[in-house]
């Protein structure tokens, strides 16, 4: 099993950077696809991102490709999305999870085992 604490979340003017962490507990973690999803009010959790278990491939929704980086760094347990020239559109909790099928990276919220808290993000017009 793996435990998953999401931070970095806050507000910023559009245009702006944000970075999220996603730190995991467990031995295991490296053996995990791990996989960023957002919710805006009114709406259905949505895929962000994902990167699999050895960080060599990633995985993008259009809406976010080329502003979103995930990347993970396997020795502290944490995978990291950075987002840069944010949108008011971009405003939603986000929620990092992990899988434990490595085979497949998941786009939906189905696909995912464990799931974080979330994590706040709110970008000004």
């Known amino acids: 099993q793996v435990q998953l604490v999401e931070s970095g979340g806050g507000l910023v003017q559009a245009g702006g950077s944000l970075r999220l962490s996603c730190a995991a507990s467990g031995r295991t973690f490296s053996r995990y696809t791990i996989g960023w999803f957002r919710q805006a009010p009114g709406k259905e959790r949505e895929f962000v991102t994902a990167?699999?278990?050895?960080?060599?491939?990633?995985y993008y929704a259009d809406s976010v490709k080329g502003r979103f980086t995930i990347s993970r760094d396997t020795a502290q347990n944490t995978v990291y999305l950075q987002m840069v020239s944010l949108k008011p559109e971009d405003t939603a909790v986000y929620y990092c999870?992990?899988?434990?099928?490595?085979?497949?990276?998941?786009?939906?919220?189905?696909?995912?085992?464990?799931w974080g808290q979330g994590t706040q993000v709110t970008v000004s017009s």
């Open positions: 990167i699999d278990w050895s960080g060599g491939s990633a």
């Open positions: 999870a992990a899988a434990k099928n490595i085979y497949i990276v998941g786009r939906l919220p189905d696909a995912y085992d464990y």
